[in-house]
């Protein structure tokens, strides 16, 4: 199987071999920009041209051809393009932006929220896809017309990708990543009219959608490396990572390290009526049977790292890790990494990053620690407010991403938890999904129960019993969100 994982700050691609292993990765770095206070954006070609290049690099390695593709993407962010020239008619809109904050204040004040959170499980937050494009089209009056003509699409990076691979024969989407947009009904399980025109969305402007395993289309020769590979699998990036982690039964949780941080449990076949700051999303739609999860996201983790690296005080986000355990604490330095606001449990926009605590006996290594320790921290607010809604406790989390390759952030994770926290034998979880519904698609993996009899674990942390003390270095932490909320935020 090829494994396209485009992610924000670059794609990973992976050749997986059909027992689950990995058997060469290719990446290339994407660059991303931030053209004015809370805006954040990409190149649309830039992300097709990694995918492309890093697929090209892979492949040239020789070791067997793939007989199909999967995908997993970067969600929220949008990408407009033409359907027929399949060129970019702006700028990628980024899931971390900002920029239509106003209008989703305006939706607030007319009262909206309430039928949102009840029909597609989400909040009125800038992060999710539909305002993005609400707003793009009350800018430029000409796409307007040009979405209204069926010119146009305005698809998740997913769409985008599948468009391109396939030479414009296929402009689709999978459940997952469609039910991220405020525009698709959970209970109806496609993109809803109301919804489109409560945010001023033309329908002809949105791609199909499709099971997570579809056959979505075959990628092109002309376009995609002189390849006919059929594209069996399709989910967005933390549903593909918990498929990858085979939390097939509800109950099982994940949490994926990567530019954010994104805690999900699979909650079965029926939709979540959420609470608590916590989201209702499609797992991913198989054979028309959709699993639903409960989700809480953390939008700043490992970018926080790529920032320590960006002012000076790093090399690369990989020394992290040595300078975290060169030092048996933070010396009372806290950071809250509200870059982009709070997400769960909070949603709260206003919110700005934080340093606290600083003295004079505060080091390089004391500052990167309370980095990695933030990272610990809002996991374990996502969690309690998890356990909250569900009544449940977790007993276990699996995790990946890279930031889960430092051990000392597993092991503090665990022990603010205080329940094991399993690392899987690969931080390549989310392509390992992609391939894996791939497979699905393909016939060549029978069912969940035979994912989860592949899954290969790694190292498990179990909480410590010296150390931290969880309650009072979490009272702490509380402390310090208090000090960057905004006036007013909050959500139920």
Not at 58 to 73: E, H, K, M, R, S
Not at 81 to 88: K, Y
Request: charged residues 20%.
């Amino acid at each position: 199987m090829l494994a396209v994982d485009q992610g924000t700050s670059g794609t990973t691609c992976l050749l997986v071999t059909p027992r689950g292993d990995v058997a060469r990765r290719a990446y290339r770095e994407v660059q991303v920009r931030y053209p004015r206070d809370g805006w954040v954006e990409q190149d649309a070609e830039a992300l097709w041209m990694s995918v492309l290049e890093a697929s090209k690099e892979l492949l040239a390695g020789g070791d067997g051809t793939p007989v199909a593709l999967g995908i997993t993407n970067q969600r929220e962010t949008v990408v407009l393009f033409d359907r027929r020239t399949l060129a970019p008619v702006a700028p990628a809109i980024v899931w971390q932006c900002r920029r239509s904050a106003s209008i989703c204040a305006e939706h607030r004040a007319n009262g909206e929220e309430a039928e949102v959170r009840r029909r597609t499980g989400l909040l009125l937050d800038p992060y999710f896809t539909a305002t993005k494009i609400e707003w793009v089209l009350r800018e430029d009056p000409s796409l307007r017309a040009r979405a209204e003509r069926g010119e146009l699409c305005a698809g998740t990076v997913d769409a985008w990708l599948v468009a391109r691979l396939t030479g414009g024969h296929a402009v689709v989407t999978d459940a997952s990543n469609a039910s991220r947009t405020l525009l698709f009904d959970l209970e109806a399980g496609d993109f809803d009219p109301q919804l489109c025109a409560m945010f001023g969305v033309p329908q002809t402007l949105l791609p199909d959608v499709c099971d997570s395993t579809a056959r979505f289309g075959t990628t092109d020769p002309s376009s995609f490396l002189r390849l006919q590979l059929p594209i069996s699998g399709i989910a967005g990036d933390q549903q593909a990572a918990l498929f990858g982690q085979a939390c097939v039964h509800p109950g099982m949780s994940k949490n994926t390290y990567g530019t954010g941080s994104f805690v999900l449990t699979n909650v079965g076949d029926a939709a979540p009526n959420p609470g608590h700051g916590l989201l209702a999303t499609v797992a991913w739609r198989i054979g028309g049977r959709t699993v639903y999860a409960l989700e809480g996201s953390i939008f700043v983790t490992g970018a926080a790292l790529r920032w320590l690296a960006e002012i000076g005080v790093i090399d690369a986000p990989e020394d992290a890790g040595a300078l975290f355990d060169s030092v048996p604490d933070a010396a009372g330095c806290r950071f809250v990494p509200a870059m982009s606001g709070l997400g769960a449990p909070w949603w709260d926009p206003g919110a700005r990053g934080a340093l606290l605590g600083l003295s004079g006996g505060v080091s390089r290594a004391h500052v990167v620690r309370a980095v990695v320790e933030a990272m610990a921290y809002r996991t374990r607010d996502v969690v309690e407010a998890m356990e909250q809604a569900s009544g449940l406790p977790f007993t276990e989390l699996r995790v990946d991403g890279g930031a889960s390759l430092m051990d000392g952030l597993c092991q503090f994770q665990a022990d603010l938890l205080g329940i094991p926290v399993a690392r899987a034998a690969t931080a390549e979880a989310t392509g390992l999904g992609a391939a894996y519904l791939a497979a699905v698609g393909e016939g060549l993996i029978g069912g969940t129960e035979q994912l989860l009899a592949a899954w290969k674990p790694g190292r498990r942390f179990e909480p410590a019993q010296v150390g931290i003390r969880p309650a009072e270095s979490y009272k702490g932490w509380l402390d310090a969100v208090g000090r960057v909320r905004s006036e007013g935020a909050g959500v139920s």
